[in-house]
């Protein structure tokens, strides 16, 4: 099953080309926003499934084209990012030692929204690629084989990123948890309807242009690993979000004006803007291309402040 806030966040189960109105078959649910009423539904989900797909059977569907997808999960209590959590394609030896950070829930922006370039000196901004679990039930020190009963489902994931920011040093705060610098989305996939986690192709074009182009095969630290660690530094939630990682090499400039898309494979498409009010630039080349060219790290700034 496919679950989706749309327009004033109605619950949504998507059938094909058209998401189906359910909220009455979670009309039981006393909740104080979207994001607790997503929550409770996962939380609940043994309990709705019946329901909720009787619902998506019988009810007419509304195009997806004349409504306006919001973020799945709004305002997730607890938003992990998995950090270097990929083999980039053989050009690591070996895993690099576990590592995550947290994004503010405030982040979070969904299909067809802005994210927004923030006026602070990055070397450049970028937006990875990354599979998202979602949590299904309480999770407190997970053993890896009972990693899969605490994931309720997948979702599309973007790690907004502002590199290179003063002081050198404890960078992840002020790089990575800046408002609409998560963007998720279209919807969530339920586990069952994803065969193998770890073997999904991931695609991200900037302005229809293919940049990252990678499989979740490649990730370092499994998700089995993944959940064993990250719920034992602290308990996880229904609802709550963690991303896997990416494989760097393909990453590019995101810049004023730009239309992105990720599709990983299952799991849909989200689609987003990107906006920045000081107009920078940067060349389009990736960090691939750059090391093809002899060069170290990121293409550098073009024109703008702080160029
Ligand atoms: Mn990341």
């Known amino acids: 099953m496919k679950l989706a806030f749309f327009d004033d966040f109605k619950l949504g189960v998507i059938k094909d080309d058209s998401v189906v109105d359910v909220t009455d078959a979670v009309s039981g649910i006393n909740h104080t926003s979207p994001q607790d009423l997503i929550s409770r539904v996962i939380e609940n989900f043994a309990n709705l499934n019946g329901a909720l797909q009787q619902a998506a059977d019988s009810g007419s569907g509304i195009p997806l084209d004349s409504v306006r997808l919001r973020p799945p999960l709004p305002k997730p209590g607890n938003v992990v990012a998995m950090a270097v959590n990929y083999m980039e394609d053989g050009t690591r030896d070996a895993p690099a030692p576990i590592n995550a950070f947290h994004k503010s829930p405030n982040a979070v922006i969904g299909p067809g929204d802005t994210m927004i370039l923030p006026d602070v000196p990055a070397t450049i901004f970028e937006g990875e690629a990354e599979m998202a679990l979602v949590i299904g039930k309480r999770a407190s020190f997970v053993r890896q084989e009972d990693a899969s009963d605490y994931v309720f489902g ?87 979000v963690i991303a896997t990682g990416t494989n760097h090499r393909g990453l590019s400039a995101f810049q004023d004006g730009d239309s992105i898309d990720l599709t990983i ?43």
């Open 265 to 307: 494979e299952g799991l849909g498409t989200l689609s987003f803007n990107v906006k920045d009010d000081l107009k920078r630039t940067w060349a389009r080349t990736t960090r691939l291309e750059m090391a093809e060219q002899g060069k170290e790290g990121t293409t550098p700034q073009l024109t703008g402040k702080y160029a």
């Open 154 to 240: 997948y979702t599309n994931f973007i790690d907004g990123s502002a590199r290179g920011l003063p002081p050198e040093g404890n960078t992840f705060y002020q790089m990575k948890a800046r408002n609409t610098f998560a963007p998720l989305g279209p919807w969530i996939v339920t586990a069952d309807e994803i065969d193998d986690p770890q073997e999904l192709s991931v695609k991200l074009s900037v302005n229809g242009e293919l940049k990252q182009n990678f499989n979740t095969n490649d990730m370092a630290h499994k998700i089995p690993r993944i959940i064993e660690w990250v719920s034992s530094v602290h308990d996880l939630e229904p609802g709550d």
